[in-house]
């Protein structure tokens, strides 16, 4: 599988940003599909995950501003961020799950590159 997240760049805090990911290779429709970011200086840290039947989990720190949603005939997973701190700048990675816990970043398979949101004040 083949994944490409798209969507990022600069906002200003309270601001707005969807990011998406866009899989090739194989149907996303079966699978659990991530998002992951990385601050500078950070550990990867898990965002949101989607199941194949649209079951969603937050983490914490993003519970209530982020809604995750899949279009699977398009076999596209989306990311809507909603009044953004500076704390969210981070690159975005979108992932296909594995097996095993949803917030655990070595459970993925598939990786994509990741797409940049810089958050502003």
């Known amino acids: 599988v083949q994944l490409q997240a798209s969507g990022g760049g600069s906002v200003q805090a309270g601001g707005s940003m969807g990011l998406s990911c866009a899989a090739s290779?194989?149907?996303?429709?079966?699978?659990?599909v991530g998002w992951f970011r990385q601050a500078p200086g950070k550990e990867r840290e898990f965002v949101s995950s989607i199941t194949w039947n649209g079951n969603a989990y937050y983490a914490d720190s993003v519970k209530g501003r982020i809604t995750i949603s899949r279009d699977n005939a398009k076999n596209m997973v989306y990311l809507q961020m909603n009044t953004l701190k500076l704390e969210d700048t981070a690159v975005y990675f979108c992932?296909?799950?594995?097996?095993?816990?949803?917030?655990?970043?070595?459970?993925?398979?598939?990786w994509g590159q990741g797409t940049l949101v810089t958050v502003s004040s």
């Open positions: 290779g194989r149907a996303l429709s079966f699978y659990t």
């Open positions: 992932a296909v799950h594995a097996i095993g816990n949803y917030d655990d970043a070595s459970r993925y398979a598939y």
